[in-house]
């Protein structure tokens, strides 16, 4: 069963500057469900480059996650190419449950993903051993499935707002939104993983999970739950070798596990929209060296009255005294709350739903 929760994290205002367009890829190998892909190439490439796959959450789109991120800007100054990919079936939320999506080349929306980073490596020059996966809420459940059915593809992972690998089967859609959970022994969850691809015996990719601890649409305990799962899958204990309060920031806490094959960062006070870190994600991924503690979003949770399948919009986020003239090819140009430009400097504005309208061609 796909998880129904409809919230709206478009970019309301937020300054972009990527220099390239984004491009829309087909006929790029195995896709049974019709994932949408689209690629952002910046004017200048690291050699070889990395890849990095950014996976959007329920309600939104590959676009929308285009402009929603701040992984093009960082792109056009690091080299690397991002695969926006975006879900083919209403309420735009990836397929984290079928039997498919979580066995290794068994169709799903995982298959064509992965069909994708193949291709990318084959014809963009990608470097094999630095693609890396990332998403928030629906899109951090797809990149649990993605490192769990394709391990062999990723170096390294982050989930935001996420749950673990078969956590639907294993438990259904509600118990895992709301958390019931945490009777799964970590040997199970770490099961759940090795089971995808049978005797794979490769690297694992390390991973980093991000959580608010008041998030009341994908419960917190999941952030356990995932700590348990890819610390078995490692082979290290579930209990953190270090933890250091307020950091990246203020009320956040960072703890690792082992040698720090697997990051957990809980945000006090934070409800579901826990802020992409992408300079964190970066650092920790090697692309960069770099680690501040810049971040992209809303910082406040949803109204505390938020339950699965209601719908809100963050607070707008602004970064410039002015607002633009006209929305650029397929950033937001309307919805409910929008304050952002409602014209399009490119392309047409067109409807989505209530919640969210898009310049396109």
Not at 61 to 71: A, I, L, Q, R, T
Not at 187 to 203: C, F, M, N, T
Request: glycine share 12%; aromatic share 10%; charged share 10%.
């Amino acid at each position: 069963m796909l998880l129904t929760i409809l919230h709206v994290l478009a970019a309301t205002g937020v300054a972009f500057a990527a220099q390239q367009q984004l491009v829309k890829v087909t006929n790029f190998g195995p896709n049974p469900t019709g994932v949408g892909m689209y690629v952002y190439k910046p004017s200048r490439l690291a050699n070889p480059p990395p890849l990095l796959v950014a996976m959007h959450y329920c309600g939104g789109s590959g676009p929308g996650y285009f402009s929603y991120s701040k992984y093009a800007d960082k792109a056009d100054q690091y080299g690397f190419i991002v695969i926006y990919p975006d879900a083919p079936r209403s309420p735009q939320c990836f397929d984290v449950a079928s039997s498919a999506t979580l066995t290794h080349d068994a169709g799903g929306d995982s298959q064509g993903i992965a069909s994708m980073v193949k291709y990318a490596i084959s014809n963009y020059g990608v470097d094999a051993s630095r693609v890396f996966a990332s998403g928030t809420s629906s899109g951090g459940m797809m990149t649990n499935v993605m490192i769990g059915s394709y391990p062999e593809l990723f170096a390294a992972a982050s989930s935001y707002s996420g749950v673990p690998f078969a956590c639907f089967p294993t438990k259904t859609e509600t118990g895992c939104v709301q958390g019931n959970v945490a009777t799964v022994a970590a040997s199970k969850w770490g099961d759940l993983v090795r089971g995808a691809e049978p005797g794979y015996s490769g690297r694992r990719p390390k991973m980093t999970v991000w959580h608010g601890t008041t998030d009341t649409v994908v419960n917190y305990v999941n952030y356990d739950e995932q700590i348990k799962q890819w610390t078995n899958v490692f082979g290290i204990s579930a209990t953190a070798t270090s933890t250091s309060n307020n950091n990246p920031q203020s009320n956040y806490i960072k703890r690792v596990y082992g040698n720090g094959e697997v990051i957990g960062y809980t945000a006090t006070g934070v409800g579901h929209v826990v802020p992409l870190h992408e300079d964190i994600e970066l650092a920790w991924y090697g692309i960069t060296g770099q680690t501040n503690t810049q971040t992209n979003g809303p910082t406040s949770s949803g109204p505390s009255s938020s339950t699965p399948g209601s719908t809100w919009t963050p607070p707008p986020t602004t970064t410039s005294s002015s607002p633009r003239a006209g929305q650029t090819l397929y950033g937001q140009c309307g919805g409910q709350n929008w304050t952002g430009p409602t014209t399009c400097s490119q392309g047409t504005c067109k409807y989505s739903n209530p919640w969210y309208s898009q310049c396109l061609n």
